[in-house]
């Protein structure tokens, strides 16, 4: 069911972009104050995250952010809406797709699972993590030889377009490709009855390149300290470059994108 009151979204990666360990302030109350302003003026707040829904609520409470999300996609695809006395649910029945897509995913494709493994294995240096319930992932021993281990997942993704991946620098865990950041991005909007031309989508790394995308969000932004990849592509996409970190960074955006008036 459409919610009235959201006339557009700002959807914001969590870790190198909302917040920066290293940067002070790790998150700039200005950002809080603009995205006040703007939810005030109709706007959905959005955490799009690799973290799970209770690292991401510890993170706001860790960073001193008081200030409740409209809506958490959790695990780059999970979507949860705040319920009674702050706990938070599933919102409408893309969770339980994503998860029956999952489990699905790890057993239609062992074959090429496998393959790619053998070849990490014994052609690089990266190390394969697996889950109690068949969850594949890797972690390489830097950014260069996980792009190569990217390029020979793409050539299995060519054959089998259901193999996705999330990359977060040289971590990287497998997933199905409908179940992404960027996906659960534009279900949120259908479910608010809105679409990628109102919504408003800020990150730093690889695993945001899903939801930095013009078919997810019209207006896509990333911070300073982005990935010099992730900078490139979203040049290339019409997208905001900011020249600040982190949250600095997405104050810089919103003023691009919005000034004082929403969409």
């Known amino acids: 069911m459409a919610t009235p009151k959201h006339r557009f979204i700002l959807c914001f990666d969590f870790d190198g972009t909302l917040v920066h360990s290293e940067r002070e302030p790790v998150f700039h109350p200005g950002l809080g104050q603009m995205i006040k302003h703007l939810r005030g003026q109709g706007a959905a707040w959005v955490i799009n995250t690799g973290r799970s ?12 952010i008081y200030m409740e999300p409209d809506f958490i996609i959790a695990q780059e695809s999970d979507i949860y809406k705040p319920g009674f006395f702050s706990r938070w649910t599933d919102y409408g029945s893309w969770n339980r797709k994503a998860r029956r897509a999952q489990e699905r995913f790890a057993k239609d494709h062992q074959a090429a699972l496998q393959d790619i493994r053998r070849m990490v294995e014994t052609q690089t240096q990266a190390s394969v993590i697996t ?15 996980m792009d190569g281990i990217c390029a020979y997942i793409d050539t299995h993704a060519r054959q ?3 193999i996705g991946y999330h990359r977060n620098g040289i971590y990287l865990r497998f997933s199905h490709s409908g179940y992404s950041k960027g996906t659960a991005l534009s279900e949120l909007a259908r479910l608010l009855g809105l679409d990628a031309s109102v919504c408003f989508a800020g990150g730093d790394n690889f695993n945001d390149l899903s939801m930095l995308d013009p078919r997810h969000a019209r207006m896509i932004a990333c911070p300073g300290n982005a990935l010099e990849p992730v900078k490139q592509i979203v040049h290339s996409r019409g997208g905001f470059i900011a020249t600040r970190f982190a949250s600095e960074g997405m104050m810089e955006a919103l003023t691009h994108f919005f000034g004082n008036s929403p969409p």
């Open 160 to 162: 089998f377009p259901d």
């Open 53 to 64: 829904l209770g690292q991401t609520i510890e993170g706001l409470a860790q960073h001193g």
């Open 131 to 145: 889950g109690s319930e068949g969850d594949m992932g890797i972690v390489g021993t830097s950014d260069y030889e």
